[in-house]
């Protein structure tokens, strides 16, 4: 796996005391792991955001659906009696 080196700004109290919690070697796959994890949580929000809004987008067809299917079964019901 090829690696991206990155430097950001932090606040030292921040960094010491991650710094203290999580030994050297490890401390690169964590916040990889970390941003990842949130990465995922945005794309499943932007996900579940665009479903919703394509099923508001989908209700006004469906209703339209619903009543070309409900009134060709009435008007078969009907034929049928």
Not at 11 to 39: K, M, N, Y
């Amino acid at each position: 796996m090829s690696l991206a080196k990155r430097t950001y700004s932090l606040p030292p109290d921040i960094v010491g005391r991650f710094e203290r919690l999580l030994p050297r070697g490890g401390r690169s796959r964590f916040l990889a792991r970390l941003i990842g994890d949130w990465l995922e949580e945005r794309e499943r929000e932007a996900l579940r955001r665009e479903s919703i809004e394509g099923c508001r987008e989908m209700a006004g067809i469906y209703r339209e659906i619903d009543r070309e299917w409900n009134s060709a079964s009435d008007e078969a019901w009907r034929d049928g009696e």
